[in-house]
């Protein structure tokens, strides 16, 4: 597809037009990121990861945007937070963004698709291998999370991301996201300002699960990845994480993405919530060349919409 000649698309136009972005995309979707989540992923990705955005060629007038990044092993570009300001749908302005999303030479791509596009994704550029369950996006009010309603494990030994062995926790993670080696991005991610978090170990040493949580735009706090091995376990990890927030309260609302095959996802965020839990859309994880092996029972919250699957 091609722009008209009033457009252009910029790669990696700075700091300024991501903030505009996440900006929009709050105002408009409701999605929420950490303005550190880009420095993140480019401390992990380097130049294999893209932020394109579509501007007005005078004015370099902010229109829309798309991000991608891609993994070395296996080689796989995952693409998201693709977005157009609302008077700039239906004009055909999408799609030429989208392309430069999706371009690259690898053995598969992914992404989270919200149920509305998820059948053109499928279509047009054979994202068809779509995980059978899907995402549902969770929130829920700060002043309704009671973190004293979840029970602990005492037999299990919750520790700081720096304090554990982080050969065994990407040993961990790799049997959640099907083989996928993303150690630089956990790094990053666990470690930028503003996420908390907690990693649950047996008393053999054995990592359980781990949950993060991060401060996002506009006063919310969003959960993922969020992996455990049972439903004490991850009761147990939540609490840990929640309570390590200093100022909890100073936040509004709570957010994650949770795995409709996991019933006990569904009824941990219940009990922190008595209930009052809300579910506002759903989304599906889809592939272009074969579907990641991801075990939906063990996620609580997947980690981030856009350069993640699980
Ligand atoms: C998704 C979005 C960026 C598409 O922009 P757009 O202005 O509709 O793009 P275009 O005008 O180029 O699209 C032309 C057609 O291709 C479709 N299309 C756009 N991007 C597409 C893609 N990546 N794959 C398949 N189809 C696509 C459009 O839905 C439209 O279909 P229609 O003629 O049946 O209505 C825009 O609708 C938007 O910002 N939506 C809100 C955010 C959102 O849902 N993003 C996607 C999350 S998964």
């Known amino acids: 597809m091609q722009l008209n ?26 999605w929420t990121y950490s303005k550190h989540d880009f420095n ?71 992404l989270i698709a919200a149920e509305k596009m998820s059948p053109k994704y499928a279509l047009r550029d054979g994202f068809d291998k779509i995980i059978e369950w899907d995402l549902k996006k969770t929130s829920i009010q700060i002043k309704d999370v009671d973190s004293t309603k979840l ?18 926790l990407m040993e961990f993670d790799r049997k959640i996201t099907g083989g996928l080696e993303r150690a630089a991005y956990i790094k990053e991610f666990f470690t930028q300002p503003g996420a908390y978090n907690k990693v649950v170990i047996s008393q053999e040493g ?61 009824k941990l965020f219940d009990i922190l919530s008595t209930g009052k839990c809300k579910i506002d859309a759903k989304n599906f994880i889809q592939f272009t060349n074969h579907l990641m092996n991801i075990p939906g029972d063990k996620i609580y919250a997947v980690t981030d919409c856009t350069v993640s699957y699980a």
């Open 5 to 30: 000649d009033k457009f252009e698309i910029l790669q990696n136009p700075g700091f300024e037009f991501w903030e505009e972005h996440l900006a929009n995309i709050y105002k408009y979707e409701g």
């Open 40 to 110: 993140s992923w480019k401390a992990a990705f380097g130049d294999r990861v893209n932020h394109f955005a579509l501007v007005e060629k005078d004015t370099k007038k902010y229109i829309g945007g798309v991000f991608s990044a891609t993994y070395t092993l296996p080689k796989l570009l995952a693409v998201g937070m693709y977005f157009l300001l609302p008077e700039y749908r239906g004009l055909g302005l999408g799609l030429p963004l989208w392309d430069r999303g999706i371009a690259g030479d690898v053995e598969n791509k992914a």
């Open 151 to 168: 029970d602990i494990d005492t037999t299990l030994k919750t520790s700081n991301f720096k304090e554990v062995d982080f050969e065994k």
């Open 206 to 266: 054995e990592i359980l699960g781990y949950c993060n949580i991060r401060e996002c735009y506009h006063n919310n706090l969003v959960v993922g990845p969020f992996y455990a091995q049972n439903l004490l376990v991850a009761s147990t990890i939540l609490r840990a994480a929640l309570e390590s927030i200093p100022n909890l309260n100073n936040f509004e609302i709570l957010k994650m993405a949770v795995p409709s095959s996991n019933s006990d996802a569904k």
